[in-house]
């Protein structure tokens, strides 16, 4: 794709990953867009714009860059300092998927410079590594609505979205932690919460590509909002406000974001609002 000394740009959507029941599986890729430029250079460096441009490191320790080294590895590459530019949109920690935009970006960038042309079966494996899991990559890599797996490896397949489903995320000034919420997770839980989950991930295949009047029933959970409530106290309670409004809401990811589907979305104190489309995947441009 790229000519040595070329700069190549990439776009990667931001994500909401659970969906409600479909822990750990479930994804969806949103039209908010971080873009990345990067080329050959004779030292590694990294300028920010937007998100993240106070705090985020400007090194090879930045995660798309270390994610860039991490694919040239893999693949029997020469590792090579690059010259990055962010212009980031994505707000960061806040369950949207910025780390997998990094880590995705990252690895179609490697792919990029070096002249592959990377199956996304191999980019996902890779992203999904490097990630820990694969319900975030997924959607970003592929975009639109994904069931993420792994069996060793990872793997996804793309579901056709339905026409209605309109996508709401409420953004808190807060930011949240994936290693926090994952730790207020139990060892163990009820078979009937298992069993509750199980017909409700499935209830949302549907109701995300044929029937968007279920997404209601299809995004409710047992398995994990309830036990990250007390680090994410707002957006639980966000949640449960969106929800007596009949309007479908979960947790976002990891949180503290909350996702809804709803044409006409409320104000809630503390929280912004973005209106947005179901995404298309990681594209060069």
Do not use: K
């Not at 990439?10 to 080329?39: I, K, Q």
């Not at 490191?57 to 991490?70: E, F, N």
């Not at 792919?111 to 990630?131: C, D, F, K, V």
Request: net charge negative; proline share 6%; glycine share 8%.
């Amino acid at each position: 794709m790229s000519v040595n000394g070329s700069e190549v740009t990439v776009r990667v959507p931001a994500t909401s990953a659970n969906l409600g029941a479909g822990f750990d599986s479930l994804g969806l890729a949103l039209s908010l867009y971080d873009e990345v430029s990067a080329r050959f250079a004779d030292e590694t460096t990294v300028a920010i714009e937007g998100e993240g441009s106070g705090t985020l490191p400007r090194d090879g320790s930045h995660l798309i860059v270390s994610s860039m080294w991490t694919a040239w590895r893999e693949w029997g590459e020469p590792v090579r300092p690059v010259a990055l530019r962010c212009v980031n949109v994505i707000p960061q920690a806040r369950g949207l998927g910025s780390s997998s935009a990094a880590i995705v970006a990252g690895v179609v960038l490697a792919s990029a410079l070096s002249g592959r042309s990377t199956p996304n079966t191999e980019s996902l494996r890779l992203a999904a590594a490097i990630e820990g899991h694969p319900d975030n990559v997924a959607p970003c890599l592929l975009g639109g609505f994904t069931i993420a797996w792994s069996n060793g490896d990872a793997w996804a397949v793309r579901v056709p979205t339905a026409d209605g489903v309109v996508p709401v995320v409420y953004v808190p000034d807060l930011r949240g932690l994936t290693a926090h919420a994952r730790a207020a997770l139990p060892g163990r839980v009820l078979h009937t919460d298992a069993a509750f989950n199980l017909a409700r991930s499935a209830l949302m295949v549907h109701a995300m590509s044929s029937d968007p009047d279920l997404l209601f029933e299809a995004t409710d959970d047992r398995l994990h909002q309830q036990y990250r409530a007390s680090t994410m106290p707002r957006s639980v309670e966000a949640v449960a406000t969106l929800r007596s409004r009949d309007i479908p809401a979960a947790i976002s990811g990891a949180g503290p974001s909350v996702l809804a589907f709803t044409d006409a979305p409320p104000l809630l104190d503390g929280f912004t609002a973005h209106t947005v489309s179901v995404a298309n995947g990681a594209a060069l441009i």
